[in-house]
């Protein structure tokens, strides 16, 4: 599916992009970056699908989801500032830092 008939069903279903992603507890982020590829997941579409669907059959989606009571993850991160945990601990242990040359 398009990014556009995504968009499209997310109005059909009266949300925002802001308010998918928090119905659904996943990044914004994450759903922004699949502009940039013009396509959505089959697993998205399909979640944005049956929330227009039941929208428009006035069936209270929000609260089913709710019920779920999914847990947005949370990032851990594994860029820069693992590093600079690693070499913070090192320190502590006084090993070696992997850049610093022996002398």
């Known amino acids: 599916m398009t990014f556009i008939d995504f968009k499209k069903l997310l109005l ?4 925002s992009i802001p308010k998918f992603t928090d119905v659904i507890k996943v990044s914004e982020k994450n759903i922004q970056a699949y502009k940039k590829k013009k396509e959505v997941p089959n697993a998205i579409a ?41 070499k913070k601990e090192k320190k502590e242990k006084n090993l070696p830092d992997e850049n610093q040359i022996p002398s």
């Not at 699908?49 to 851990?76: G, P, R």
Request: with cysteine.
């Open 46 to 86: 399909s979640i944005a699908a049956c929330f227009a669907y039941m929208n428009k059959e006035n069936i209270d989606y929000k609260s089913l989801i709710n019920e779920l009571n999914l847990v947005k993850k949370e990032k851990k991160g594994s860029g820069f500032s693992s590093k600079k945990k690693e």
């Open 12 to 15: 059909d279903a009266e949300l």
